[in-house]
C-alpha cells in the first residue's frame, strides 16, 4: 500500500515523547461525476466517511462498519486502496504525548443509495450530513476552510485526497480520449 503523504503538525516538537498510534479507513464511494461525502454543519466542510480502526478489528471489517453507522449503507465490495496518509500532532489531552493517525482509503462500492445515519454522540456533534458532491465542490469549500485556519484535524487530510482524486481523474479521462483517438 502506497504512502500519499504525511503530515506533522506538532506545535511542540519535545524530543523522545510516547505517541499514540490509531489507524482508521476511510471510503471513496464514486457514481456518475460524483462523490459521497459526509458534510459537517458545524464545521462547515467535507470529511470522507469512515473512522477509527477498533483493537484487534481489521481494516475490512471496520470499513463496514463505519459507512453503516455514518451513511447507513452496506459496503458492497470493498476495491483497491489508494493509499494511505499519515498525520502526527500533539496530543490534544496530554500535551506531554504524541497522536499518530493513520487513515487508509479504499474505493468502495455500495448496494443501495437510501441513507439512514446512526450517529455517535461525537459525530452528531458535528452534524454530519452524507451528501453527493461533485470534486470540485468539496475542494472548493474545503480550501476555503483550509485558507482560514480549519481548527479540525482532518481538513487539510481531506483536501489533499480530494485533489489528489481530481489528478486521478483528469487523467483517466485523458487516456481515454487518447484511446478513442487510436
Not at 460524483?34 to 469512515?50: D, W
Amino acid at each position: 500500500m502506497k504512502l500519499l503523504k504525511i503530515f506533522d503538525k506538532r506545535s511542540k516538537k519535545l524530543g523522545h515523547q510516547p505517541i499514540i498510534y490509531k489507524d482508521a479507513v476511510r471510503a471513496i464511494i464514486l457514481k456518475k461525476g460524483r462523490i459521497l461525502l459526509v458534510f459537517s454543519e458545524e464545521a462547515e466542510e467535507f470529511k470522507f466517511p469512515g473512522g477509527g480502526v477498533r483493537e484487534l478489528e481489521g481494516r475490512e471489517p471496520a470499513l463496514r462498519r463505519k459507512v453503516q453507522k455514518e451513511l447507513g449503507l452496506e459496503v458492497n465490495s470493498i476495491n483497491e486502496s489508494l493509499g494511505y496518509v499519515d498525520q502526527i500532532y500533539n496530543d490534544i489531552y496530554d500535551e506531554k504525548k504524541y497522536f499518530f493517525l493513520r487513515s487508509y482509503y479504499y474505493f468502495c462500492e455500495l448496494f443501495t443509495l437510501d441513507f439512514e445515519p446512526d450517529f455517535h454522540i461525537i459525530e452528531k456533534g458535528y452534524k454530519f450530513v452524507p451528501i453527493w458532491v461533485t470534486i470540485d465542490e468539496a475542494i472548493k469549500i474545503n480550501q476555503l476552510k483550509h485558507d482560514n485556519g480549519s481548527e479540525y484535524n482532518w481538513t487539510e487530510r481531506e483536501l489533499y485526497v480530494l485533489k489528489l482524486l481530481k489528478e486521478m481523474m483528469q487523467w483517466e479521462g485523458l487516456k481515454k480520449q487518447k484511446a478513442l483517438k487510436i
